[in-house]
C-alpha cells in the first residue's frame, strides 16, 4: 500500500534512501541539511535492512568513505550543503576518474564561503561544469517538491548504477526544509554481495580464484592511458546527454516568452507564469530536471517559438550561459536572480519579465 | 654433490610467494617498501586470505601496491585510505581490510582520518611506513623527518623554529581507545623482518575479532632520497632513526 | 657426520643489485655479478657456493623476492 506523509524534502531523502536499498550513509552536519542524516540515524535502519549509517569527522572522510563502499559495488551516498560540497571536490573527482556510482545531495546555501545558510542556486557552475580538477561531469537532478527529492533519490541510485557515474541531487534549504506530503517509494531489498559480484563484476569484493584482482583506480602514469580514460568518460556524458534529458513544460504551447528555472525558482516561476496570463501575457515554463543532461535541444527549439527567454536563478547568472548556448542568439536571453539566500517575489520576477519585454 | 641436486624442489626452504605476482617492483633497489610488500603477501598466504582481503592503497610510493600483490585494492587519494577502509570494512565485515601509508599521507594530510577511524576503532590494519620523506614526489620533508635532517625542502636540515617537532604519530594513535594493537617494528635486518612479519599477521588477525584498529609502523630507509646505498640507508637508520622511534609494541590488548 | 648444503636460485632480471643480500649472508657466499640484466643491474650470484648453508638469510632480507633457497642435509665424513 501507498504510504503518504507529510514530511521535509530532506526527511524524504533519508526515507526514500532507506527503501531503495542503500547500503551506506555517510556525511558531517551542515545546515541546512543536517536532518537527512539525523532521520537516518533515528530510523535506525542498520537493524532492518542492515544499511550503514556513519557520522565521519569531515566532508572530506565523508566523501571518501562514499569512494571506498562504491568500490565495493554497495550502493553508498553522502549529503552536505555548498561549503562541506566544496570541500568534497578532491573525492568527487575521484569519483568520476574511477566511474564509481553513488549519490551525492547538495543542499545549496548562499555563498561564495561559509556564506548564509538560507537557500541559494550559486552551485550550478560547480554542480554541472565538474566542480574538481579534471574533464569530467556528473548527472546532476534537480528536484523541485518534496515528492521528488524522493523520487530523485531513487532515480539518482538506478542513473548512477547504469551509468557507473557519480550522481549529485541539487536542491536547496526551502526544498529541503519545507513539508509537504510525499508518497514513499515501496521497500527494495539490498544487494547480497553475490548479487553485487554478478551484477557488477569490477567491484572490490575480494579476488576469488577465478578472476584477476579487481583495482578501483585514479592514477595513471602514461598519458595515453590517461586519455583512453577520459574518452571512455567522454563517451558516457554523450551517451548521457542522448538518453536521459528530463524536463517539465508548464504552458509552453503557446507562450510568446519562456521562463527556464530549476529547483525552488521553478515554483516560484509556476506562480509567475499565471500571474503573467492573468495580464494577458503569455508566458511559459521549462523547468530543467536534469542540469546535466541539459535540455539543451529542447530549449534550442523554442527558440523558433517565442520572443525572448528569462532565466530565474537564486545566483547572479549561471544557468543562463547553457541557455544563451541552446539557442545561439536566436532570441534575448537574460536572467533574474537574487544572491546571499534571499527568494525573490513571483511579482518582482514578473517585473523583470516586463522589462525583458519591453528592452527585447 | 652437484649444485643441481641441491637445486630440487623437494629441497625447497624458501620461494617467492604466490600472492606477490611476477611484475617487477617499481620500487629503488633495497627499498623497504618491497620488503614490507613481500611481508604481507606472505602473511596473506599463510592466513589463507587472499580471497577475502582488500588493500587500500596510498599517494606516495605505495600508489601502486596493487601491481604486485594479488588482491583486489582500491586506490585512496592522498591520506584519505583510512576512510576508504572504514566504509570498506563496515560494508564487508567479513574481509582482512589493510591499509599502507606512507609518512606523508598518514602523519600530514592524512592526519584527521588517520585518528578518526583510529578513534572510532574501525576493524583494520593500518601499516605505516615511515622513512623520514616524501619518496616518490622527490626527498620532500616529511612530518616525520628527524630535525637536522636534510630533504630538498630543509637543504640545510630540519629546524624546529621554521618546522617544528618531528611527528610521532605512532606514539599519539597508542593513546587512543579505539586502538588494539599498536607497535613500531623495522625491517633492516633479518630478526627485526620476523618480528614485522609477526606484527603484520597479528594486525590482520586483530581485524577479525571486533577489537579495534590495529597500527603497524615500520620504520624504513629511503636510499634515493636519503642519497646513501641501501646497505648505508640501513645504518643510518639504525644509528639516527630507530633513536627517535624506538621499535617495539607500545599497546596491544 | 651430517652436513647442510645450500644452494640459492636468483632471478637475475628481477634483481635490482642492491647489495643487502651479500651483506646479510653470514657465510660470505654472495656477490654482485660483473654483468648486469637487462636494466643494467648487477645482480646477485653465488661467488662461493660451496660454503652456502640454505639459512635463508639472503632470501629474508631481499625486498625483491627474487631468491629462491633450497637446503639438503648430506652424509658426508
Known sequence: MEEVRLMKGNEAIAEAAIRCGCDGYFGYPITPQSEIMETMMAIAPWNTTGMV???????????NMVFGAA?????????????????????????????????????????????????SQADYYQSVKGGGHGDYKMIVLAPASV????????????????YRIPTMILTDGIIGQMMEKAILPPFRPRLTNDEIREKYPWATLGKTADRAPNYILTLELYSEDMEII????????????????????????????????????????????????????????????????????????????????????????????DVRLAVNGQVPVEHYGRLGGIIPTPDEVLEAMKRLIVNK | MTLNDIIDPKNLVYAKTKVMNDTPMHYCPGCSHSVVHKLIAEVIEELDIQD???????????????????????????????????????????????????????????????????????????????????????????????????????????????????????????????????????VHNIANIRKTKK??????????????????????????????????????????????????????? | MAKVKGAIVVNTERCKGCNLCVV????????????SNLKGYNFSYMSNADSCVGCAACAYVCPDACITVYKVKTNTD
Open chain 1, 71 to 119: 568500490g565495493c559495488g554497495k550502493r553508498a551516498m553522502t549529503s552536505s550543503s555548498s561549503p562541506g560540497v566544496s570541500l568534497m571536490q578532491e573525492g568527487i573527482s575521484d569519483l568520476a576518474c574511477a566511474e564509481l556510482p553513488c549519490v551525492l545531495v547538495n543542499v545549496m546555501r548562499g555563498g561564495p564561503g561559509i556564506g548564509t545558510i538560507q537557500a
Open chain 1, 53 to 63: 549509517v556513519l557520522q565521519a569527522e569531515s566532508e572530506l572522510a565523508s566523501i
Open chain 2, 52 to 186: 577475502k582481503t582488500i588493500g587500500i592503497a596510498p599517494v606516495g610510493c605505495a600508489v601502486f601496491g596493487y601491481k604486485y600483490i594479488d588482491i583486489d585494492w582500491q586506490q585512496a587519494a592522498h591520506g584519505r585510505a583510512p576512510s576508504l577502509a572504514t566504509a570498506v570494512k563496515r560494508l564487508l565485515p567479513d574481509r582482512y581490510v589493510f591499509t599502507y601509508q606512507g609518512d606523508g599521507d598518514l602523519a600530514a594530510i592524512g592526519t584527521a582520518e588517520t585518528i578518526h577511524t583510529c578513534n572510532r576503532g574501525e576493524n583494520i590494519a593500518i601499516f605505516f611506513i615511515n622513512n623520514g620523506i616524501y619518496g616518490m614526489t622527490g626527498g620532500q620533508m616529511a612530518p616525520t623527518t628527524l630535525n637536522g635532517m636534510k630533504s630538498t625542502t630543509s637543504p640545510s636540515g630540519r629546524t624546529v623554529p621554521l618546522s617544528g617537532h618531528p611527528l610521532d604519530m605512532t606514539k599519539l594513535l597508542a593513546q587512543l581507545d579505539g586502538t588494539c594493537y599498536v607497535t613500531r617494528q623495522s
Open chain 1, 230 to 321: 577520459n574518452l571512455r568518460l567522454q563517451a558516457n556524458y554523450k551517451r548521457i546527454q542522448e538518453a536521459e534529458v528530463r524536463y517539465e513544460e508548464f504552458s509552453c504551447e503557446d507562450a510568446d516568452y519562456l521562463i527556464i528555472a530549476f529547483g525552488t525558482s521553478a515554483r516560484i516561476s509556476q506562480k509567475v507564469v499565471e500571474l503573467a496570463r492573468e495580464e494577458g501575457i503569455k508566458v511559459g515554463l521549462l523547468r530543467p530536471i536534469t542540469l546535466f543532461p541539459f535540455p539543451t535541444n529542447e530549449i534550442k527549439a523554442y527558440a523558433s517559438q517565442v520572443k525572448a527567454m528569462l532565466t530565474v536563478e537564486l545566483n547572479a547568472g549561471q544557468m543562463v550561459d
Open chain 2, 199 to 253: 606484527a603484520i599477521k597479528k594486525a590482520l588477525e586483530n581485524s577479525m575479532l571486533d577489537k579495534g584498529t590495529s597500527v603497524v609502523e615500520i620504520v624504513s630507509t629511503c636510499s634515493a632520497g636519503w642519497n646513501m646505498t641501501p646497505a648505508d640507508s640501513n645504518n643510518w637508520m639504525e644509528q639516527n632513526m630507530i633513536p627517535a622511534y624506538p621499535l617495539g609494541d607500545m599497546k596491544d590488548i
Open chain 3, 24 to 35: 646479510a649472508c653470514p657465510a660470505k657466499v654472495l656477490s654482485l655479478s660483473p654483468d
Open chain 1, 147 to 162: 515528492q521528488e527529492m524522493a523520487d530523485h533519490t531513487v532515480l539518482a541510485f538506478d542513473l548512477a548504477f547504469q
